[in-house]
């Protein structure tokens, strides 16, 4: 549990499918059963706080493999792209890699990446976890659907 983040006396309350690795730099997000606006918020929301709290800019990646319905429209992947890009404006450039097999989240991480192309948020989709640890730099493991300690 030690490299899960910790902020002086308080540690951040993260939701149970988020993660957030200190040593690397790397918040993880693992959503599961229904990919909804309201998971796409929630996340959005716990990614903003950190964001604020946090002096060092940090990676993203999203396991999107353990989603088995999506309900999601353009419109608000597009309002919620554009929403991370004026957040995101004027800060170091970080990586977001979202794993996804679905064809329908592959469509929408992929109109997240055009809407954020041209800003520091450079986002890419991949289909194989260790194409996606490579472009990150971090361990394989570190993205393994089970990285997170037990007692967490």
Avoid: C
């Amino acid at each position: 549990m030690a490299d899960f983040l910790k902020l002086e006396r308080n540690p951040l309350k993260l939701p149970s499918d988020v993660e957030f690795y200190e040593d690397i730099r790397l918040l993880i997000w693992r959503p599961r059963g229904l990919l909804n606006e309201t998971a796409v918020n929630e996340v959005t929301s716990v990614l903003a706080d950190l964001e604020a709290k946090m002096t060092e800019p940090f990676d993203r990646f999203s396991d999107t493999l353990a989603t088995d319905e999506v309900e999601l429209n353009f419109r608000h992947i597009i309002h919620v792209s554009l929403y991370r890009r004026l957040t995101y404006a004027g800060r170091q450039p970080v990586k977001s890699a979202i794993l996804a097999a679905d064809s329908t989240i592959i469509h929408y991480a992929k109109l997240h990446a055009l809407m954020t192309q041209g800003s520091p948020i450079k986002a890419q989709v991949f289909h194989e976890r260790e194409a996606a640890a490579r472009w990150l730099g971090v361990p394989i493991e570190r993205l393994a659907a089970t990285s997170r300690p037990a007692s967490t």
